[in-house]
Every structure is written in structure tokens, then in C-alpha cells.
């Protein structure tokens, strides 16, 4: 990569300083030693078939130790068109909790990662764990391919050997294969018309980047970026996946979909992972949500209430509460029962705007005569129900009362316009009485007739129109 080349947008490339290099080399020694069972993958590293997830052609269980003794073994062979490589394994579980919690302690971007702190989640061949190591033989390669969970951030650091990482726009991801193994790297790429010597060519041409990351190098990278990535020696590295509790909730959220869009990804927790709920729980009560009685407070002294506060308030806590709700019950066994219940009732009497008060109780007579409403009342509604205004539609100027219940006309003042009118409707209704009365017997009345009278007198005939 050209040093001077600019990183997509969020992409660092760092290095360990010198107290982080030490627990570095301490948790290298300690993986190359470690008697953890892992899963070995015998790779092709050329022309693989999509249908061929990740090249694999056999796999096999060993000791952490044994895979490094492995790959290194497998140097000698010179094999261009296989690799050796492993399927993630918790780093936590490989070096221990101490050594991982000094690390983070001491790099910067891992500090504010909360995950570390619950240990259990990991303890497996978990993908979606929030450190994990690899060891694998040079042409071992990752597909295309986002990290999980989805909106962490990720951090990759090399122990030991030389790793190269290609960073792809969404566009070129959609048009690359996903089983991009190591060995088409290096051959030319199509790409809207455009012919690319190679993928790097291609990845810098159109907004991404190729890092080179050796011993002691650090990437950070955005939540949701596609990715893949390839040895070039023989090399040990790690991937962080880094959360803060404010983004547990939005996790959790997207972890769950994208479990119910891909049935094979199953999570297993343990205590730890209801532990987690709790403290996310807590973290969220603790920013007090506006209340109700101090809106109003608020709106009688004048001042406006603060909406955005009450608007964020409201959907993290409602949302927070839908995911827990989500969370299947086979993930917690023997843990998250109790503990669902209390933090779902805490959740929903924090919820802002939330009446708590109860009703008073009414009993008896009173009682019935309250159902029942007052006299003329519609059926079904309460007389605290019946609305005191009656609103008016948009597009046209009529009532919309509610059934059975009379119009409330107020009074208005009248304009020349309504004098105008009523005048031209007497003087209609007199041209219309004048032309129906035949010798002294006053025939049925039109219908124009009719309406002139109704608007004129309220169904009173005027004299003018009588009088003969």
C-alpha cells in the first residue's frame, strides 16, 4: 500500500506503544503454548467455488499449540494452492482474563469496550466474540465478509507474521465474489467496464484501501465495513469487537435479526450474558427521563419542555424493552426467567409520560350511573368522554358531530354579506309565493320556495311573500 495513499473514512492503522508491546509478546508466548482445543482448516487457496465456504477442504480438532507447530511445518511444504487456518477461538479463554484486561487497559481504542467484562459470553468457538484469535500458514485467507457483532467496531492487531487487509466500498462489494481467496488477489479485476491489474488496484481506485499490517501493527475500522483479508507469512493475530453500553441495546438489536435471517448463527449465554441485560438495564434508568409532572410544571412557569430530551428518553427505553422481550428464552436457561420480569417492569414504569396513578375505585349506584352516562349520552361513551368541541374537517366547512348528539351552534357576528343575502332571499321568496297563487288558491310549494322560507324565517312564511 502507498503510505501516502488516504484511508476510507474511519480506517486508522496504528502501532503499540511500548507497555502495550509487552503484554503483546506476553499473550504471543501464552497462545503458542496454550493446550486449547481449536478447529484446523485445510484451505484451497485458488479458484474456490462459492458453494465452497471459505475454501475449507477438511477440518480436524487440535491444541492451540499444536495448529502453531502445524503452520509453521507447513512453510517448508511450499504449497501454493493450499493454507492452513482455524476456525476464530476466544483469546480470552486462550491467555486468560488477566493478561486480555491489560491489554485493553493499555491501547487506547479498547478502553472503551465493555464486553471484556463478561468473560462467559466467549468460552467457545463463538464467531460473534468480542476478542478471538488465528494462527495460520501463509496464503490463508478470510472471505468478504462483515465483522459480527454488527455495529462494534473492530480492531485487528498482528502478534506475530504479516497480514494484508482489503478495505471495499459497498458498490465493490456487491460486485466482488465472496469466496475471494488469496490466490485471486493478484489477478486482474472488471469493474464497471475498467480492467484493474489486481484487487489493489481496484480497491484504491474506487474509495477503499489495501492495509499491510506486520508485528506490533493496530487497524481500527468502522462498524459495517466489508473487508477480507490474507496472510503473507506465517502469522498470529487477533480481532476486537468494541462496544460501549450506550451501543449494547443497538447490538443486541441487530445480532437478533440477523440470527432470524440466518437460522445457522445460534448464540449460547450464560450467566454473564443476563448479567450484561442487568447492567444495560441500569445504565439506561440512569438517565432520568422528564416526567410528566414536570412537563406541566414546566408549561405553567412558561418554559418550553425539553422535547428532544423526552423523544430520545422514551424510544431507548422502548426499544430497549422490545429486545428484551425478543431475547428466546433457550439462550438464558436457568438465569433469565426472574431477571426478565424484574427488568421489564422496571423499564416500563420508567417509561416517560407513563400515568402510574390508579383510578379511584367506584362502587354501587354511583358506580352504575357513571357507566351509564348522562341522559342522551352515545352508548359506550362516558360523560368525561364526550368531547367539549367539535372539531371540523379540513375540506369542508360542515360539523363532525358525533352520532347522536346535537350540533352546538354558537353565535356570529353578521356582515354585510349575510345581510345581502338574506335580502335577495326574501325578495326570492316573494317572486316565488307571487307566481303560485292562482285565483286566491295557493298551489304546493316548490322546492325553491321551500328553501327561500328556511333560510329567511326558520320555516315562518315572511309577510311580504303572503300578503296579497
Not at 484493474?196 to 493496530?218: E, F, I, N
Not at 477480507?228 to 443497538?250: H, K, Q
Not at 368525561?384 to 352520532?403: I, Y
Request: glycine content about 6%; aromatic content about 4%.
Amino acid at each position: 500500500m502507498d503510505p501516502e495513499a488516504p484511508l476510507p473514512e474511519g480506517v486508522i492503522q496504528l502501532k503499540l506503544s511500548p507497555k502495550a508491546e509487552a503484554i503483546a509478546d506476553a499473550i504471543l508466548q501464552a497462545v503458542k503454548q496454550s493446550a486449547v482445543i481449536v478447529t484446523q482448516l485445510l484451505q484451497e487457496t485458488v479458484d474456490v467455488r462459492e458453494d465452497m465456504m471459505n475454501g475449507v477442504l477438511r477440518s480436524k480438532e487440535i491444541t492451540l499449540a499444536a495448529q502453531y507447530a502445524a503452520v509453521k511445518q507447513f512453510e517448508t511444504s511450499r504449497d501454493k494452492n493450499r493454507a492452513i487456518y482455524m476456525h476464530n477461538k476466544s483469546l480470552i479463554e486462550v491467555a486468560g482474563p488477566d493478561l486480555v484486561h491489560k491489554l485493553y487497559k493499555a491501547v487506547q481504542v479498547l478502553k472503551q469496550d465493555v464486553l471484556v467484562d463478561y468473560p462467559l459470553l466467549y468460552i467457545s468457538d463463538n464467531p460473534k466474540s468480542s476478542n478471538d484469535v488465528l494462527i495460520g500458514s501463509t496464503g490463508s485467507w478470510s472471505p468478504l465478509h462483515q465483522d459480527l457483532p454488527l455495529f462494534c467496531t473492530s480492531v485487528i492487531l498482528v502478534l506475530e507474521g504479516h497480514k494484508e487487509f482489503a478495505v471495499v466500498t459497498d458498490e465493490v462489494a456487491a460486485s466482488l465474489r465472496v469466496n475471494l481467496s488469496s490466490g485471486c488477489w493478484d489477478q486482474p479485476f472488471t469493474h464497471q467496464g475498467i480492467i484493474y491489474p489486481d484487487l489493489q488496484s481496484l480497491v484504491a481506485a474506487t474509495g477503499g484501501a489495501v492495509l499491510s499490517l506486520h508485528a506490533g501493527d493496530l487497524m481500527v475500522m468502522p462498524p459495517r465495513v466489508f473487508h477480507l483479508a490474507r496472510n503473507c507469512a506465517a502469522t498470529i493475530s487477533c480481532n476486537f469487537s468494541v462496544c460501549t453500553m450506550e451501543n449494547v441495546p443497538l447490538v443486541l438489536g441487530q445480532t437478533l435479526l440477523r440470527i432470524e435471517q440466518c437460522p445457522r448463527d445460534v448464540m449460547h449465554f450464560d450467566s454473564d450474558f443476563t448479567k450484561l441485560l442487568v447492567d444495560c438495564t441500569k445504565s439506561l434508568l440512569q438517565h432520568k427521563p422528564v416526567r410528566a409532572s414536570s412537563m406541566n410544571s414546566l408549561t405553567s412557569r412558561r418554559k418550553l419542555p425539553p422535547v428532544k430530551s423526552i423523544l430520545t428518553s422514551s424510544v431507548r427505553l422502548m426499544e430497549w424493552y422490545t429486545t428484551l422481550q425478543l431475547i428466546p428464552k433457550g439462550w438464558v436457561e436457568g438465569f433469565w426467567g426472574d431477571v426478565r420480569m424484574r427488568l421489564l417492569d422496571q423499564l416500563h414504569a420508567a417509561l416517560p409520560l407513563h400515568n402510574r396513578a390508579a383510578a379511584p375505585a367506584t362502587s354501587g349506584a354511583a358506580a352504575t350511573a357513571a357507566a351509564a352516562g348522562p341522559p342522551g349520552a352515545a352508548a359506550g361513551f362516558a360523560a368525561a368522554a364526550l368531547p367539549t368541541s367539535v372539531p371540523r374537517p379540513l375540506s369542508t366547512g360542515r360539523a363532525m358531530v358525533p352520532k347522536g348528539e346535537p350540533t352546538r351552534e354558537g353565535p356570529r357576528r353578521a356582515t354585510r354579506s349575510d345581510t345581502a343575502a338574506a335580502a335577495a332571499a326574501t325578495a326570492a321568496a316573494a317572486a316565488t309565493a307571487a307566481a303560485v297563487v292562482v285565483d286566491g288558491d295557493a298551489e304546493a310549494e316548490s322546492p325553491h320556495a321551500k328553501r327561500a322560507k328556511l333560510m329567511n324565517g326558520h320555516g315562518a312564511a315572511p309577510a311580504a311573500a303572503v300578503a296579497l
